[in-house]
C-alpha cells in the first residue's frame, strides 16, 4: 500500500514564525502535492512538483514556498506565518504516466493554527 | 478559469434511504475522479471515469460521467452510516493537468 506521511497531524505557531511542514511518500512517485483544506472551499492546490528540484505554483501559492531535494520528499514552508494560514494542510503523491491525471495518494493531513 | 462545481453542499438522509451528488465542470473533461474523505480523515481514492456516457458500479456505489464529458454523478443506494463522510469530485484541468477539486458533498446519515 502507498503510504503519505506528513510530519505533524496538529501544529500551533505563532505569527511571523517560518514554519515547516514534512511530507514523505514510499511508493517513488514522481508527483507530489501541496494542498490547503478549509470549510466549504474544497482542495486548493498551493504547490505540485513533478520531479526532484522541480516546484510548480498551484492556484494560491502566495506566502509559502516548497523544497523538493529528494525525490520521497516534499516539504512547504511558510517563510512568515500569519492567521490567515490557519487551515488543514494535506500532502499527496502521484505516479507519472504522461500526465498528472492519476489517483493522488493523501498523507492524513496537518492541522495548523497560526496565533 | 475551469471551474468544477459539486451539488448539493450538504445532504442528510435516513438510514436507508437514497443520496446522489452531482458534478459539474466549466470545461470537457478527459477523466474524472471521485474522493471520499471520513470525518477526521484524508481524501481516498474511489473511482476514475474515463469514457464518455461511462458508468461504474462499487456495491451500492454507482458513478456515471456524463455523455458531453462534462459532468459527473455519484449514487449510493440503501445508505448507511459507514457512508457518512464528504465526497469530492475532481478533473484535471485542460491546459496544465492539475486536478481540480469541487467544494465537495458531506453526507450526513442518521440511523
Known amino acids: 500500500d502507498v503510504k503519505v506521511t506528513q510530519s505533524s497531524r496538529y501544529l500551533v505557531k505563532r505569527t511571523g514564525e517560518k514554519v515547516f511542514l514534512e511530507c514523505v511518500q514510499d511508493?517513488?512517485?514522481?508527483?507530489m502535492f501541496w494542498y490547503r483544506q478549509d470549510p466549504g472551499l474544497g482542495l486548493r492546490l498551493i504547490y505540485f512538483?513533478?520531479?526532484?528540484?522541480?516546484?510548480e505554483k498551484g492556484d494560491i501559492p502566495e506566502g509559502y514556498s516548497v523544497s523538493r531535494e529528494k525525490k520521497e520528499r516534499f516539504s512547504l514552508i511558510l517563510e512568515s506565518a500569519s492567521t490567515n494560514q490557519t487551515s488543514m494542510y494535506l500532502c499527496?503523491?502521484?505516479?507519472?504516466?504522461?500526465?498528472?491525471?492519476?489517483?493522488?495518494?493523501f498523507g492524513p493531513g496537518t492541522r495548523l493554527t497560526v496565533l | 478559469g475551469q471551474q468544477v462545481m459539486q451539488i448539493p453542499q450538504y445532504q442528510h438522509v435516513q438510514e436507508g434511504e437514497d443520496f446522489t451528488t452531482y458534478c459539474n465542470s466549466s470545461?470537457?473533461?478527459?477523466?474524472i475522479q471521485w474522493y471520499k474523505q471520513r470525518p477526521g480523515g484524508h481524501p481516498v481514492f474511489l473511482i476514475q471515469?474515463?469514457?464518455?456516457?461511462e458508468v461504474k458500479k462499487q456495491k451500492r456505489l454507482t458513478f456515471q460521467f456524463g455523455e458531453a464529458k462534462k459532468n459527473s454523478s455519484l449514487h449510493i443506494t440503501a445508505t448507511q452510516t459507514t457512508d457518512v463522510g464528504t465526497y469530492f469530485c475532481?478533473?484535471?484541468?485542460?491546459?496544465?493537468?492539475?486536478?481540480?477539486f469541487g467544494q465537495g458533498t458531506t453526507l450526513q446519515v442518521k440511523p
Open positions: 512538483s513533478y520531479d526532484v528540484k522541480m516546484k
Open positions: 471515469l474515463v469514457k464518455s456516457g
Open positions: 470545461t470537457t473533461l478527459s477523466n
Open positions: 511508493m517513488d512517485h514522481e508527483n
Open positions: 499527496a503523491s502521484s505516479p507519472n504516466s504522461g500526465g498528472y491525471y492519476n489517483e493522488q495518494f
Open positions: 475532481a478533473g484535471p484541468h485542460s491546459n496544465t493537468g492539475k486536478l481540480i
